[in-house]
């Protein structure tokens, strides 16, 4: 059913409706509210539906509660979900006064690389005062990626210049991917990495992808990681994004996507990449709490496949994207740094 409808406004007739805002929670928005029924949602930072609990808390005006754990999809382990559903039902249903409502709305965890981390509280997403948006532009240099770039907060000058890449479709795990991150595919893909950082450096928000890239196809996909490089070269993936290029327009949203780029994707909106011209793509990574330790390097990777596409078209030859940096055409990603 989802391979047939490639746009938010396709219609399937195998099932008789338009299935991308017929199972949207935003459809219902208006009827949502007038129930005033409370909600409780909860996820991990492992899953890829990780942002849809945080957006719904942040749209809706019902009472709200969110819990984000180190978790993969559907899991809750180290946490007693039961009780904490008791607790909730006892209030809503029971006029139990245990103070669940009184605390926090959001209950998150904040990891680390060396499998630490802690609970964390905040009144809404992101936790306020927020972190520092920071931006890090993508620069030369020369991993055994295509290309291995620096990422550093100085923007380029001079000539400047790009990276090109040929799409590689040979992407794979070890193992099955489901609802959760992939593997690094750093090799296969065009990499830029910090110098070792000098302090712990918490990434707590919603990272943001700024392209400016070019390609030699009308359309095709384009993927972001954003990783944390161990002193050893052991590489662990932090969050990603990703973006179909011909939906790379953006457009004002109808509900609350703290404040992250956002691509309808309707048919009509659908626009061709211009074959050699820079086209400005923009799109965040999915939300993320975590420590990267003194040591440790981030690095940003951008592919044109992924382990999880379900319904991936292959193009023969494969399509080049550059990657450009010159000080006009400067590519980017902006990080929540909250310390």
């Known amino acids: 059913m989802w391979r047939k409808a490639p746009y938010r406004d396709s219609e399937v007739a195998s099932v008789g409706t338009q299935p991308w805002p017929e199972y949207s929670v935003a459809t219902y928005?208006?009827?949502?509210?007038?129930?005033?029924?409370?909600?409780?949602?909860?996820?991990?930072?492992?899953?890829?539906?990780?942002?849809?609990?945080?957006?719904?808390?942040?749209?809706?005006?019902?009472?709200?509660?969110?819990?984000?754990?180190?978790?993969?999809?559907?899991?809750?382990?180290?946490?007693?979900?039961?009780?904490?559903?008791?607790?909730?039902?006892?209030?809503?249903?029971?006029?139990?006064?245990?103070?669940?409502?009184?605390?926090?709305?959001?209950?998150?965890?904040?990891?680390s690389s060396d499998g630490t981390g802690q609970w964390r509280d905040a009144r809404q997403w992101p936790p306020k005062p927020s972190a520092r948006p920071t931006r890090y532009y993508l620069g030369g240099g020369t991993v055994d990626s295509v290309n291995d770039g620096t990422l550093g907060r100085s923007r380029p000058h001079g000539k400047g210049g790009g990276d090109a890449y040929p799409v590689d479709y040979s992407v794979s795990c070890p193992g099955p991917i489901d609802q959760e991150q992939t593997c690094p595919q750093d090799e296969k893909g065009l990499t830029w990495t910090t110098a070792p950082l000098k302090d712990d450096v918490e990434l707590t928000g919603h990272p943001e992808v700024s392209l400016r890239l070019s390609s030699t196809a009308p359309d095709g996909n384009v993927f972001a990681y954003l990783s944390d490089v161990a002193p050893d070269g052991t590489v662990r993936i932090l969050t990603d994004g990703r973006l179909r290029l011909a939906l790379r327009g953006t457009q004002r949203a109808p509900y609350d996507v703290l404040d992250t780029p956002w691509h309808r994707g309707n048919a009509e909106d659908a626009e061709a990449m211009p074959e050699g011209r820079a086209e400005r793509v923009d799109f965040d990574m999915l939300p993320l709490s975590s420590v990267v330790p003194a040591g440790h390097r981030l690095r940003v990777t951008v592919t044109g496949a992924d382990v999880r596409e379900s319904d991936r078209t292959e193009v023969s030859p494969a399509p080049v994207y550059t990657v450009h940096r010159e000080p006009a055409r400067a590519s980017s990603v902006v990080l929540p740094v909250a310390r």
């Open 29 to 111: 928005k208006d009827a949502i509210e007038r129930s005033g029924v409370p909600i409780y949602s909860y996820d991990g930072w492992d899953d890829d539906f990780r942002k849809e609990s945080l957006v719904s808390a942040a749209t809706l005006s019902n009472p709200h509660k969110v819990l984000v754990g180190p978790w993969l999809h559907c899991e809750n382990q180290g946490f007693d979900i039961v009780a904490e559903r008791h607790r909730f039902f006892d209030h809503w249903l029971k006029g139990v006064d245990n103070g669940i409502m009184r605390e926090p709305e959001v209950h998150y965890y904040t990891g």
